[in-house]
């Protein structure tokens, strides 16, 4: 070094080297080749009770797939990112799974409004999302496959559990829910189904609470001089931690299920780990898929998911759960570990091609199918109550899988609309085909 | 029998039946072709078995059906009752209650779903209305008044002729009430309309309407006139008396939202008024209040698991404790240098506030955790038809009023508390009376993040606790201290219970999300018309 202290020549040359030796170390070390698969799930937040298994899985799922030699020759290589149940940031991080990891596919997003935050982006850089959970539908992107339920895979039947005998012949009903498009949109369809039914606006109550709400306390009270004459059902449609004080509050005010059943659409197994779940009992849920659900296939998940979480500390141990947008995620990534097989390739719009058709043997027994028009999986649907253990009893069932409507048939803008991504349709959401023969 | 049987069989048949109820043993012999159809796969046969079983009048039927309710029943395939326990000991007879040996694998859980449980409900009421014991009679009779129907009158009638009890006849004089209103006399459907208005049941309001309905042919499903206006009068009594009692009631969850918003607020109204630091940093404290019940919580359960009901002693001095010690750190470290600027401590507090959630996180984990509610917070008190005051939130209530109540103490009696006021009312001339303004600062702090921590431990007996917890609170804590006037406990507890009490009367008729809109917009209004809030400090260096 000379005497000002600046770095002479031979520092300069030195630096140089090492950075040379820095680049060539990092392209042989990125010689060893993998296929980069993004994972969106909220790990922190209002969503992080629900989201973070869907995490846990997705990573369970890819290890699998890498022992048994990965794809393409290549192994699988997980992408984590945690939008924080902000909604803007699912946006932000999808971008940045897609342009800055180069992900070949995304697993991710549980709120709808997550998931129309982050469509844009899709659509706008070509990705493919593989979204898990049941929603409103009224949506069919060609960026995206929906591995959860449309509402006649879900709502529709447990609306119609309700009114049958054995449900309770409920004739009011209360359509409770946190406030964004999911709930809102969900509603709108069964308060059009109800009024087929003969059930008008006098017996349907609406209300919604904000995401983190946590004072049930006059709503519960609503509810119970709601329903003082007619049997009646309250339809939840809560999203997230919110879950657990309505539940408390439920137990506290002591509203029974054998009075006043409540079916909710986003609370499965997990979501009732944190409960005392003795006070739910007779409570429901509507899915396609319960972890009580007994066959060979669903034990030998079980039994996997019990591993995985032993052999990498997971909290919760032995208390931890399956549910049915753990075993969509599954489903889910089968059918796109199948699809890139078959396609040879990575490419999304090789891929895209070849997941229709597709057909993974699901937990639940049934040979789960990709319809290769909609995106949309055909799935059997499970009603179930709540036990003293926070499992569920299946109480009604379907007798194989069902065909999802993307678009519903009680809305009179949306029955007209066609979802059919193959030739001569080509469309998500039209009345009429792209190409005329 | 059958009827083919010829006379001096049937007697004979009849003989040996009677011997054989008197074996021990035989009673399950009776209702043993009733327990092979409750392991049916049909629940409709199931349903059927329950209210057979209801209607025997036999006492072990009861004990069936208990046990088929509290799902400890099992059945062998032999058509014999079993019960198993949940705790792990062994299986037993039913009714003896000696170990029975049985093959697991061959034993059969009856299907319980909400349609057998509804049959349930009302078979155990009748069996249990023979029960020597008064509370399981009130009981049954109550449940009876819900959902008996006319094959249990004669029972209920029965019943009310020996029975003594005042509670135990107003139930079942209430219950036959009900179905008295199809009673062809025309004077006992007046009397049961009259006992309908007087016991105020908003359950039978729609058998009333249903009376008062006109049918498509514009007849009246009730054709006596007089009948039908008595029960156009019940209705109206009926709805009088529910208005009254939904007033009544969001009154009451108006307090205890209240209590809560002046929890969290309190120490918040401590702080800013005695140094003027704008603390983003105070949600933080309820959180750290909230975990500390939650790792005492752990602990307890560890360590002393028949003490867990009363973790929430230890809990609460030191969740007080944990949260003065962080404010103290907080205080002697940053914000000592921050007085007097108020965008400076804005900023630097909420840089605070985001590094305690991260180390929480660090080291609790992101998500939620859970915290028990002891067993005698859970449930509520049924105060009349349609108000239930959960008792969580009446402890609330009061651990509120008592924290006031020591707060208000301190401040008035001690010395510590003078100090306080002294520096809050005129920091300089306190300072050159001798009081060591620097230390008096941070105790002052230490006091308001400790009533956070107490703060926190009510919290978590309410809601989810999660690192975020802290976030959802601060700004009704800063609309509570605005809206009451800074500094002085009078006005926390009147922002507090105003701002609930407002809230619970507006959400049955706004919605959650927009009534907490109108509250901010009521808010913003005020503080245009007076600026200092609710009770203002007077004097001077107050305003200064």
């Known amino acids: 070094m000379n005497g000002t202290g600046k770095p002479g ?3 300069k040359r030195v630096l140089g080297g090492l950075a040379m030796l820095a680049t060539v170390a990092s392209t042989t070390a990125r010689a060893e080749e993998t296929i980069k ?30 022992e048994k030699g990965g794809l393409l020759g290549k192994k699988l290589e997980p992408v984590v990112v945690d939008p924080a149940s902000n909604w803007p940031l699912f946006a932000e991080k999808a971008r940045e799974l897609i342009q800055q990891h180069k992900v070949a596919v995304t697993f991710g997003c549980w709120t709808s409004v997550s998931r129309k935050s982050v469509l844009p982006v899709f659509e706008e850089l070509n990705g493919l999302l593989f979204y898990p959970v049941q929603y409103e539908g009224e949506e069919s992107s060609y960026n995206v496959f929906y591995t959860g339920a449309a509402p006649n895979q879900q709502a529709i039947p ?16 209360v359509l409770l829910g946190t406030d964004y498009v999911y709930p809102r949109t969900t509603n709108k369809i069964l308060r059009a189904f109800l009024h087929t039914k003969k059930i008008g606006d006098a017996d349907i109550l609406e209300t919604y609470t904000p995401f983190g709400h946590a004072d049930y306390q006059t709503i519960v009270s609503k509810i119970k001089s709601f329903a003082a004459g007619k049997p009646t059902a309250v339809i939840s449609t809560i999203n997230g931690d919110s879950n657990v004080p309505f539940y408390k509050e439920l137990a506290n005010q002591g509203l029974k299920a054998t009075d006043i059943p409540v079916v909710a659409f986003s609370v499965g197994e997990e979501e009732l780990r944190g409960i005392d779940t003795k006070p739910l009992v007779g409570h429901l849920a509507a899915w396609n898929y319960f972890m009580s659900i007994k066959t060979p296939e669903n034990s030998a998940f079980i039994a996997k998911w019990k591993a995985y979480v032993k052999k990498h500390n997971l909290p919760g141990g032995d208390a931890r759960v399956t549910n049915d947008p753990m075993e969509a995620t599954y489903i889910g990534m089968m059918m796109w570990a199948d699809a890139v097989r078959q396609a040879g390739t990575t490419d999304v719009d090789a891929v895209r091609q070849a997941i229709g058709y597709q057909t993974v043997k699901s937990p639940s027994g049934f040979d789960i199918r990709m319809d290769e028009k909609n995106h949309h999986l055909w799935k059997p649907v499970y009603i179930g109550e709540i036990q003293a253990n926070g499992q569920f009893q299946v109480v009604w069932k379907t007798k194989g899988p069902v065909r999802a409507q993307a678009w519903s048939p009680y809305i009179p803008d949306s029955a007209k609309k066609i979802a059919d991504w193959t030739y001569p349709w080509v469309c998500g959401n039209c009345t009429a085909p792209k190409y005329v023969n | 029998m059958s009827s083919r049987m010829n006379p001096v069989a049937a007697r004979l048949f009849a003989a040996v039946v009677c011997l054989l109820s008197l074996l021990p043993g035989a009673e399950a012999a009776d209702l043993r072709p009733l327990l092979k159809q409750l392991a049916s796969d049909e629940r409709s046969a199931v349903v059927e078995a329950v209210e057979a079983l209801g209607n025997s009048g036999d006492p072990l039927a009861l004990s069936i059906l208990e046990a088929l309710q509290g799902g400890t029943l099992r059945l062998t395939p032999a058509g014999r009752a079993l019960i198993a326990s949940d705790t792990g000991s062994p299986l037993q007879e039913l ?72 509670e135990i006849r107003l139930a079942l004089e209430s219950a036959l009430a009900r179905l008295d209103l199809t009673n062809p006399d025309r004077d006992l459907r007046l009397q049961a309309i009259r006992r309908i208005q007087a016991q105020g049941d908003i359950q039978l309001k729609s058998e009333l309407v249903r009376l008062t309905a006109a049918k498509e042919d514009g007849a009246f499903a009730e054709p006596d006139a007089e009948v039908r206006a008595a029960a156009a009068a019940a209705i109206h009594a009926i709805d009088r008396r529910q208005t009254l009692v939904g007033l009544v009631a969001n009154l009451l969850y108006g307090l205890s939202l209240g209590s809560v918003l002046l929890l969290a607020a309190l120490g918040l109204a401590i702080t800013f008024g005695q140094m003027g630091i704008i603390n983003m940093a105070h949600g933080e404290m309820l959180m750290l209040g909230a975990y500390t019940a939650y790792a005492i919580q752990n602990f307890v359960r560890s360590a002393l698991p028949g003490l867990f009901d009363y973790y929430l002693v230890p809990a609460l001095p030191a969740a007080f404790l944990v949260c003065a010690l962080v404010g103290i750190a907080l205080e002697r470290s940053i914000l000592r240098f921050l007085y007097g600027r108020p965008l400076e401590s804005l900023l630097a507090t909420w840089g605070i506030s985001l590094v305690i959630i991260q180390v929480v996180r660090l080291v609790f984990g992101a998500q939620n955790v859970t915290v028990a509610n002891p067993s005698w917070l859970s449930g509520g008190y049924a105060a009349a038809p349609g108000l239930v005051l959960p008792y969580s939130r009446v402890a609330i209530v009061l651990l509120g009023a008592i924290v006031v109540a020591l707060v208000w103490l301190l401040l008035q009696r001690t010395s510590l508390g003078l100090q306080i006021r002294a520096v809050t009312q005129n920091r300089p001339m306190a300072a050159s009376m001798g009081v060591r303004t620097a230390w008096v600062d941070t105790l002052t702090f230490a006091l308001g993040s400790g009533v956070a921590g107490i703060g926190g431990v009510a919290l978590s007996q309410l809601g989810n606790v999660g690192p975020e917890l802290g976030q959802s609170y601060i700004v009704d804590s800063f609309m509570v201290v605005v809206l009451g006037g800074v500094g002085n406990i009078g006005g926390a507890i009147a922002g507090a219970m105003g701002l609930g009490i407002v809230a619970k009367y507006l959400e049955p008729f706004t919605d959650a999300v927009l009534a907490k809109i109108f ?15 609710l009770f203002a400090l007077k004097g001077r260096a107050a305003e200064g």
């Not at chain 1, 969106?40 to 797939?65: P, Q, R, W, Y």
């Not at chain 1, 447990?158 to 009903?173: D, I, Q, T």
């Not at chain 2, 509250?519 to 007076?530: A, H, N």
């Open chain 1, 9 to 11: 020549k031979t520092w």
């Open chain 1, 37 to 66: 698969v993004g994972i969106l799930h909220s790990l922190s937040g209002t969503m992080a009770i629900s989201e973070t298994s869907l995490k846990d899985v997705a990573l369970m799922t890819i290890e699998e797939i890498n």
């Open chain 1, 158 to 173: 447990a609306v119609e559990y309700l009114m049958s005998k054995e449900g309770g012949g409920a004739r009011r009903f």
């Open chain 2, 95 to 166: 009714g003896s209650g000696k170990a029975a040996a049985a093959d697991p694998t061959a034993l059969v859980t009856p299907l319980v779903s909400n349609q057998v449980r509804r049959a349930i409900e009302p078979a155990i009421a009748q069996l249990q209305l023979v029960s020597p014991d008064g509370a399981t009679r009130l009981k049954a009779a109550r449940e009876l008044a819900r959902r008996a129907g006319p094959e249990d009158a004669a029972l209920m009638r029965a019943v009310l002729a020996r029975e003594t009890e005042p």
């Open chain 2, 519 to 533: 509250l901010l917009l009521f808010i913003i209004l005020f503080i245009q018309k007076r600026p200092q809030g």
